[in-house]
Nanobody
Framework: QVQLVQSGGGSVQAGGSLRLSCAAS????????MGWYRQAPGKQRELVAT???????TYAGSVEGRFTISGDNAKNTVLLQMDSLKPEDSAVYFC????????????????WGQGTQVTVFS
């Protein structure tokens, strides 16, 4: 079994900063990538940022230059530093992990965190 536990988030005024963290634990052989997605009311879940085990990062255009994702392979954790926040960044943020559970299988499993509310008020 694998669990993703998120922390951080909350409410902040526009222009402020927040940080999200996520830790994966359990039956993990290797994490291939971790990332963050968000879902605002009435909208589909969308990618925010991802980081691979090799350090490659991907950002949504709407957050590039304002958000920074970083991962720690040894701890199976991922951080999302969110700066210059805007009201349109308000959403529930979900941690995501794609990982292998054993050395004998290349099968990739996908897991989600419990979600964290981020509210940015103007």
């Amino acid at each position: 079994q694998v669990q993703l536990v998120q922390s951080g988030g909350g409410s902040v005024q526009a222009g402020g900063s927040l940080r999200l963290s996520c830790a994966a634990s359990g039956s993990i052989f290797r994490v291939n990538a971790m990332g963050w997605y968000r879902q605002a009311p009435g909208k589909q879940r969308e990618l925010v940022a991802t980081v691979t085990s090799g350090g490659s990062t991907t950002y949504a255009g709407s957050v590039e230059g304002r958000f920074t994702i970083s991962g720690d392979n040894a701890k199976n954790t991922v951080l999302l530093q969110m700066d210059s926040l805007k009201p349109e960044d308000s959403a529930v943020y979900f941690c995501n992990a794609r990982l292998r559970r054993s050395a004998s299988s290349a099968w990739e499993y996908e897991y989600w965190g419990q979600g964290t509310q981020v509210t940015v008020f103007s």
